[in-house]
Nanobody, 123 residues
Framework: QVQLVESGGGLVQFGGSLRLSCAAS????????MGWYRQAPGKQRELVAT???????NYGDFVKGRFTISRDNAKNTVYLQMNSLKPEDTAVYYC?????????????????WGQGTLVTVSL
């Protein structure tokens, strides 16, 4: 079992900053891509940013240089620094990881999600 625990969400004013953290724990052989998705009320879940274990980032189009994803592989933790926040960034932010675990004498790839952390941006 692999668990993802997010922290760092909260209420921030327009133009402010927040830093989200997501720590992975459990019995993974390896953790490949880690990242963040978000879901606003009445909308579909969308990509915010992902980062491979090799350090290649991928951002959603709306980020436009405002957010930065980083990762501490030694701690199995991924971070999302969010600057210049706007009310439309209000959403539940979910951590996501693609992990490799042992399974029946071999290995398998699993996609794991955190429980989500709420980010609210006020005017």
């Amino acid at each position: 079992q692999v668990q993802l625990v997010e922290s760092g969400g909260g209420l921030v004013q327009f133009g402010g900053s927040l830093r989200l953290s997501c720590a992975a724990s459990g019995s993974a052989v390896s953790i490949n891509a880690m990242g963040w998705y978000r879901q606003a009320p009445g909308k579909q879940r969308e990509l915010v940013a992902t980062l491979t274990s090799g350090g290649s980032p991928n951002y959603g189009d709306f980020v436009k240089g405002r957010f930065t994803i980083s990762r501490d592989n030694a701690k199995n933790t991924v971070y999302l620094q969010m600057n210049s926040l706007k009310p439309e960034d209000t959403a539940v932010y979910y951590c996501n990881a693609r992990v490799i675990t042992r399974f029946e004498g071999g290995f398998r790839s699993l996609e794991v999600w955190g429980q989500g952390t709420l980010v609210t941006v006020s005017l």
